[in-house]
Structure formats: structure tokens, C-alpha cells
């Protein structure tokens, strides 16, 4: 596939979000629709330098809503501040392996990546004939995701696995999956690759996308 034909099928996906967007913006929406419409994400991370720097954009998502969260009932004020202190680490390393990729940073990714699943616990219960694993923080469940795309050979699942756990919503009227909660981060997924990309907006790339999103929402 020649250059034009490459951007023509990279934009096809990011505009088939738009459009998700746009149906989930109406407003006699009832039911969500797949989460699965996320996994054109992993045809967009043919090369690692892609997933990584994905995993850094939502990981400083992930930050800023840390931040400004209220405390999670479950959490205590010093495991507040434990994860928090952690997602900083982890977003520094982050920044520093792509400054200059190195083992030693790899290998602090990983020390990284042991904190989070002891942070997280051993709390397995079994779910509708499967056996589930009940995290503590999300947060930090996003976080394990970003940093897989630096550390795992199959980037490109550990990048579509953070977009899902970032976008999925679920609310009793409508299910789990990509839901009108869902909008605002599935327009920032959205933006990035436009970015990444096009290194333009999405109102520069796709502005008649945006218009309709936004005249559903008013």
C-alpha cells in the first residue's frame, strides 16, 4: 500500500470513531455498542515507538483525573498518595525511556510493573463459571497497561487493552461498552492518532465529524 492509501485507511479508522461518537451523542441512544470498535488501535502500533507514546498520552490522562478526583471510598489518604506518587514514577520513566530507550530503563519499567500487581492484591473470585481478578484501583490497572507497551512484545494488544479500559464505561440503562460517558474519552484516543499521524486536530482533519458530534450534544 502506497503513502496516500496508508492515510486514506488510517483516517477511515479514526473517522469511524467519529461517527461511534456521533451515535452515541444522539440522544435516544438505549444500548452500547462494542468496545470492539477500539481494536483498529492495534493495526495503528505496527511499530512500538507508536504504543509507547500512546501509553505516555493516556498515562498523563490517567494522571490529571487522579488529581482532580475526589478520594475513591475504598482507598485510604496514604494509598491515595502511594498511587499517585506512583503514576509520577512511572510517567518519568515513561518520558525518560523515549528520550533514550535503554535496558536499565526497562528494567525499571518492570520493577514498576511488580509494585502495581502487589499494590493490586490477590483477590480472585470466580464469575459466571471463570475466574475474575478484583483489582483496587483502576487507575493503576491503566497504568500496568501503558507500561506493558513499553516492556511486552505484543504492544500493539497492550495499547488497544489501555484504550479499552479507558473508554469502556457501563451504566444500567444501557450496558458496558462505549456509552455517552464514553465521548469525551473516545474523542481523546480519537485526537491522538489524528496527531500522531496527521499532526493536525481533529477539527482541522474531520471538522464536519465534530459539528455533527457537537449538535447532538446541544
Known sequence: MNQKGMEKAIANKIKKWLKAAIELSHEKITLALPITRLISIKSLCTEQIAAQQFALYLSRRVQQEMNQAELEEQLTPEERSTYKNLMADAIALQENY??????????SIRGLLKQIDSLQGD?????????VRFVRSGDLLKLEYALRCFVERDFPYWAYKLAR???????????????PESVPMLLEVAEF???YYFDCSLSEKFPQELIEINKEKS
Open 98 to 107: 523515549l528520550k533514550t530507550p535503554t535496558d536499565k530503563g526497562k528494567q
Open 123 to 131: 483477590d480472585y473470585r470466580n464469575v459466571h463459571w471463570t475466574t
Open 165 to 179: 479500559e479507558y473508554v469502556e464505561r457501563y451504566q444500567p440503562r444501557s450496558g458496558s461498552g462505549l456509552i
Open 193 to 195: 492518532w489524528c496527531q
